[in-house]
Every structure is written in structure tokens, then in C-alpha cells.
């Protein structure tokens, strides 16, 4: 086996299994060129995040089909697709436990900088995800929950051979809109709005790469994905 890819491998599963770490994917630096896209799945998993007020936090774990295009080389539209659940708890209210329903979400990246000769990029983008678990009903009455988290982040990355680590800041709201038994339907945005990322896309073969993300401050999470460009 190809000494780089054996490098990777074992980069990836310290990275899985490093310390948690803290939103909305960013996707890293890397991009597909004009006219090309990438598929892949995506898994998301927020380990907490603090809501405002009376509200506790909450957990999700999302899975997603990621798709990417590029129309103009600077630019890439995002699409993901799939399931999330949503479990909340602490604070004044019931905890519940809400199973897996459909989440998604889109967005775009634009590419601020691009220097081959010191394969440094710079790379700024908004996204949007959207998570709709089934209701639940216990003692309280039947529940029902959305997360919203919409954020802005710009990362910028040094690539080191097949390996591209980054870093960055984001901006986003994360709100849990909820019902108690079809009424007294509100919003309560996250306690942190700001947070910073970092993260390594590792790239297997020429059109296969493995990207893991944290993220800081605003939630505790963990984003790992397997793309492969088309």
C-alpha cells in the first residue's frame, strides 16, 4: 500500500477520535474546479449547545448526502440531504427525546485567495441547516422541535503534502423552535452566536479526500465527511 495513503488513514482515525470538538460544517478550503462537484456524506454531531434562557441545551446527531458544484470555479453551491434526531434537557423544561426525521440544508463558498505557490487559500461561505425531528409526546403533552442553525464562517488553510489543515472564525444563530401540544409555538436562539474552527481535508487518491472539522465557543460538535469530485 502507497505510504501516503497509510499516513492518511491513520491521520483520519486520530482526528475521529481526538478530543470533541465544537456548527454548521464549513467544508475546509477545498473546492471543486469550474464545472466539476463532489458527493459525499457528511456526518454531524453536536455534542452541546447551550440555549438562551430557561432552555437547557441540546444534542443532534445528522447524517447527510453532501452535494457540491462549482459553475465558476470561485464559487461552489452546496445541497445536503438526510436525517437528524434532537435530544433536550436541563433548564425549566421536559426533557425529550426526539428520533430521527429529515434534515437538510444548502449553501455556497467563495473563494477570497488562491496562492498555488504557497498552496495557501482563503475561503468564505454561508450555510444553512435545517432539522426536523418526529414529535413526541410524554407526560407534558405532545412536543414538537426544529433546529434552524444558519451560520458565515472564512477559514483560511496551508496545505503539507496530501494534507490541507485550516482554520478559521464563524458567525451563526442556532435556533429551537418548539410546540407544547400545538400551541405556544417560540424561539430561542443559542447563548453563543461566535465561535472558531479548525479542521484537516486529507486527500487518499486524486479524487477521493477525507475532511474533519471542530468547532469552539458557540457548541461542542464534530463534523466528518468522505467526498469524492465528478
Excluded at 469552539?216 to 465528478?230: D, P, Q, R
Aim: net charge positive.
Amino acid at each position: 500500500m502507497n505510504k501516503k495513503i497509510i499516513y492518511a488513514v491513520f491521520a483520519v482515525i486520530y482526528l475521529l477520535t481526538a478530543s470533541p470538538s465544537y456548527a454548521v460544517p464549513t467544508y475546509g478550503t477545498e473546492m471543486p474546479e469550474k464545472g466539476a462537484g463532489e458527493v459525499g456524506y457528511q456526518s454531524n454531531v453536536i455534542f452541546r449547545r447551550d440555549m438562551n434562557d430557561s432552555h437547557g441545551h441540546i444534542n443532534s446527531v445528522q447524517n447527510y448526502l453532501d452535494i457540491s458544484y462549482s459553475p465558476l470555479g470561485w464559487l461552489t453551491l452546496d445541497a445536503k440531504i438526510g436525517m437528524g434526531d434532537l435530544f433536550r434537557k436541563g433548564g425549566n423544561h421536559p426533557k425529550v427525546d426526539f428520533n430521527y426525521g429529515f434534515a437538510g440544508g444548502y449553501g455556497f463558498r467563495i473563494m477570497a485567495l488562491n496562492d498555488p505557490k504557497n498552496r495557501v487559500k482563503v475561503v468564505a461561505g454561508f450555510h444553512h441547516i435545517s432539522v426536523h425531528p418526529p414529535s413526541k409526546n410524554i407526560d407534558s403533552g405532545k412536543q414538537q422541535a426544529i433546529i434552524d442553525d444558519w451560520e458565515w464562517s472564512i477559514v483560511a488553510s496551508k496545505s503539507i503534502g496530501i494534507f490541507t489543515p485550516y482554520a478559521g472564525g464563524t458567525v451563526g444563530f442556532n435556533d429551537l423552535i418548539y410546540r407544547t401540544n400545538e400551541i405556544d409555538r417560540k424561539v430561542r436562539f443559542s447563548r453563543y452566536c461566535a465561535g472558531v474552527v479548525g479542521g484537516c481535508s486529507v486527500r487518499v487518491t486524486k479524487d477521493i479526500s477525507v475532511n474533519v472539522e471542530s468547532h469552539f465557543i458557540s457548541e461542542t460538535s464534530l463534523s466528518t465527511g468522505v467526498y469524492c469530485k465528478f
